[in-house]
């Protein structure tokens, strides 16, 4: 899964770049790489509303189905592959029918976005799949990343699915359902940047990370492990970095701040990584 992403819902971010700089009279492009070293280990998965277990052994029981049937394959396919992402329609969220309602945060490729009012990726493409088997009718909720789960907590919507790594704080408002995604955070920085060009390992990486004080600055989606992992915080309390940190509603906003010379780095999950990056320096 390590293909470069063909996403084309990010073609509007190249073309701000490209007129920001148009617009300073800079001709020079200004790009992006991954280091294409995995920092983390982390398991995706779905949440789901802890009042209905039942629905909890249905996603179960879906999620094995599309493994060995090969569907959940062929979505992968689709967005790491050589396939044809397909688009999905949400219907009106309606009470008096029977629906699956759908928490996510439609900035995160290729596990969610919009074209226009349709959604794609990973994530949407499985929710229709999982609304059919369910015999229900699709909603899909799109708002803040932050708010995804706690939306189902307040029982506003039935599942969360929004490329979210299971951890012990989102547990609090959602029961994790079977994993089916390895996930993993890697940094996105200029692609004149050679300070990790020596760099083999995680602790390679974060070791030069330790290097930088508060004057170096690193960007990440608000409420995302790339996060915690900045701030020293859950699992990664034992980093001890020194960055300052900013956060951003979302990964593509993050980059484009790093190329305009806002901040210094980007920490984002792998798969994001390369379809932004890929999108902006017009590889896909």
């Known amino acids: 899964m390590k293909k470069v992403v063909k996403i084309?819902?990010?073609?509007l971010?190249?073309?701000?770049?490209?007129?920001?700089?148009?617009?300073c009279g800079n001709t020079e492009k200004v790009t992006a790489k991954v280091i294409d070293i995995e920092l983390t280990e982390e398991k995706y998965a779905f949440g789901v509303d802890k009042t209905q277990?039942?629905?909890?052994?249905?996603?179960?029981a879906f999620i094995a189905e599309i493994k060995a049937?090969?569907?959940?394959?062929?979505?992968?396919?689709?967005?790491?592959?050589?396939?044809?992402?397909?688009a999905v329609t949400s219907a009106v969220e309606d009470s008096s029918k029977d629906q699956l309602v759908v928490a996510t945060n439609a900035e995160f490729p290729p596990f969610e976005y919009t074209e226009g009012e349709q959604y794609l990726g990973v994530?949407?493409?499985?929710?229709?799949?999982?609304?059919?088997?369910?015999?229900?009718?699709?909603?899909?909720?799109?708002?803040?990343?932050?708010?995804?789960?706690?939306?189902?907590?307040q029982q506003k919507c039935d599942i969360a699915m929004a490329g979210l790594t299971i951890s012990p704080e989102r547990e609090e408002n959602v029961t994790f359902s079977d994993s089916y995604y390895q996930a993993s955070q890697k940094l996105i920085v200029r692609s004149d940047n050679t300070k990790f060009?020596?760099?083999?390992?995680?602790d390679d990486v974060l070791n030069v990370l330790?290097?930088?004080?508060?004057?170096?600055?690193?960007?990440?989606?608000?409420?995302?492990t790339g996060q915690q992992y900045s701030e020293n915080k859950g699992d990664y309390e034992s980093n001890g970095l020194k960055?300052?940190?900013?956060?951003?509603?979302?990964?593509?906003?993050?980059?484009?701040d790093m190329l305009h010379g806002n901040l210094d780095y980007v920490i984002v999950d792998a798969a994001p990584a390369a379809s932004i990056t890929a999108s902006i320096n017009g590889t896909k």
């Open 8 to 11: 084309m819902s990010v073609v």
């Open 13 to 23: 971010a190249i073309l701000m770049i490209a007129g920001c700089f148009a617009a």
């Open 53 to 60: 277990p039942e629905l909890l052994g249905k996603v179960n």
């Open 69 to 86: 049937n090969g569907k959940m394959d062929e979505i992968f396919n689709h967005y790491f592959g050589d396939g044809t992402p397909v």
């Open 123 to 153: 994530d949407m493409e499985i929710a229709k799949l999982l609304a059919d088997y369910l015999g229900k009718e699709l909603v899909i909720k799109n708002m803040d990343f932050e708010a995804v789960c706690l939306s189902v907590g």
């Open 197 to 202: 060009d020596e760099c083999k390992t995680a």
């Open 210 to 224: 330790k290097t930088f004080d508060s004057k170096t600055t690193i960007g990440f989606q608000t409420g995302t």
């Open 243 to 256: 960055l300052s940190t900013k956060p951003y509603q979302s990964a593509v906003l993050a980059v484009q």
